[in-house]
Each structure stands twice: as C-alpha cells, then as structure tokens.
C-alpha cells in the first residue's frame, strides 16, 4: 500500500462544478507534487511545493489552482474544467528535492469531465 | 528531440528471457537518472536510481552512459511478474524537484 493517500479515487465533474482533489502524507516529506497522467502517456508535472511554498508552476492553467494548507496535505482545486482535462492526477512526495531521492506516488484520482 | 526518449514498445518476450531497455535524454547536464516501474492503472513506482558505475539489484542491472547520454536497464530471467511499464526518468537541471519521464517501454512477459 502507498504511503501517499489521495483522494477521491474517482471523480465525475460537469464543466461548471467546483471540485477539489486531496492528498495527504505522513513519511515527513518536505516536497509534494501534482502531476497529470493521460492514457499510454508518462505523467507530466503540474506543480509542484517545497517546505509548504509553490516553487513550480508548470504553466498550468488557471481552472487548476494548487494549495498547501500544511506540510502533509496538498489540495488541487478544480473549476470550470474542460473534457480534455480528463486523466488521472498524481499526487506524489519526496524527502527533499526529487533529485536526490525517491518520489512516492498516490495511487491517483482518476477524473473525467464532462 | 525530446528531453527523454524511449522505445514505447511493447517487447513480447518469453520467461526466463533477458531484456534490455535503452533511454536517450537531451539535457548533458542532467545529473540523476532514475527507472519507474508502472503497472496498468496504477502509480509508478521507483524501480532503481542509476548510477555513474552502474547498479545492480537481484535480477534488474542498471547502467549509465554519460557520453552518449543514454540509461539502460537490462532484466535477465523475465518473470511474468515483470510486465509493466517501465519510465526512464531524468532530472532537469534547472530545478532540482523537477524530473522528467520518459514516454515508457512496455513488456510484456508471456508464459
């Protein structure tokens, strides 16, 4: 089992809603990451928070917006999304930087808008 | 040319097989360089770290080319237990919480 707990597992969303995903971590990790996963695709980074502060932002659009409210959860709050923003978002965390250690992923949200 | 590169796949290969993975990457001054293991509809999973001098671990060996910039990941006596997708994942040196994966080489293990 992952140390990495997102959640929902799944989520339906209409082009209005107003969603949220969550993750949450308790290995101590300093640095939390969304990423993005389209089918036979590799994921892509979204964002990304160390010690609680935005230090990446991968020109996600502004319908994605990323919070940290403390240093073992991290929130992707979704809006006014469009049906190619269906995929699976990974949460994921590390140690320090991800350059000298491993990433731990969550197992995933797996959303679809429609 | 992209940041990372990989053969997509899939290799079909028996049990008890060896097999071998190449990764190209572009950045020559990328500095850690790592393999992801993937299974279907699931979360990757860090497989091995690379090193300069080359890693091994149980049946899994893992080699670095700094020269020619490529990863290369050799499995010898293919379980069926091992098909997955397996990511080439570098990092970008501008950042270091910044790692880019590769599009993933599938295997496939038959008996």
């Known amino acids: 089992d992952t140390e990495v707990t997102q959640t929902p597992k799944h989520l339906v969303m209409g082009m209005t809603n107003k969603k949220s995903l969550k993750c949450e971590q308790h290995?101590?990790?300093?640095?939390m990451y969304w990423y993005k996963q389209k089918a036979k695709k590799p994921p892509e980074l979204m964002f990304v928070?160390?010690?609680?502060?935005?230090?990446i932002n991968e020109s996600v659009p502004s319908r994605f917006s990323p919070e940290c409210p403390n240093s073992s959860l991290l929130n992707l709050h979704l809006h006014a999304l469009q049906p190619e923003d269906s995929a699976l978002y990974l949460c994921?965390?590390?140690?320090?930087?991800?350059?000298?250690?491993?990433?731990?992923f969550g197992e995933g949200s797996r959303l679809t808008v429609l | 040319r992209k940041e990372v590169e990989q053969d997509p796949g899939p290799f079909n290969v028996p049990e008890g097989a060896t097999v071998a993975f190449n990764c190209t990457y572009s950045?020559?001054?990328?500095?850690?360089f790592f393999w992801y293991r993937q299974d279907c509809r699931k979360e990757p999973k860090l497989l091995m770290s690379v090193y300069s001098s080359g890693n091994e671990d149980g049946r899994f060996t893992a080699q670095l080319n700094r020269a020619s910039q490529y990863i290369s990941l050799l499995i010898r006596d293919s379980k069926l237990s091992d098909s997955a997708t397996y990511l080439c994942?570098?990092?970008?040196?501008?950042?270091?919480?910044?790692?880019?994966f590769g599009s993933g080489t599938r295997l496939l293990v038959r008996p």
């Open positions: 950045n020559s001054a990328s500095q850690s």
């Open positions: 290995m101590g990790h300093r640095a």
């Open positions: 928070y160390s010690y609680e502060k935005l230090s």
């Open positions: 994921a965390s590390s140690q320090e930087g991800a350059q000298t250690g491993e990433l731990f």
């Open positions: 994942v570098v990092n970008w040196v501008d950042s270091s919480y910044k790692l880019i």
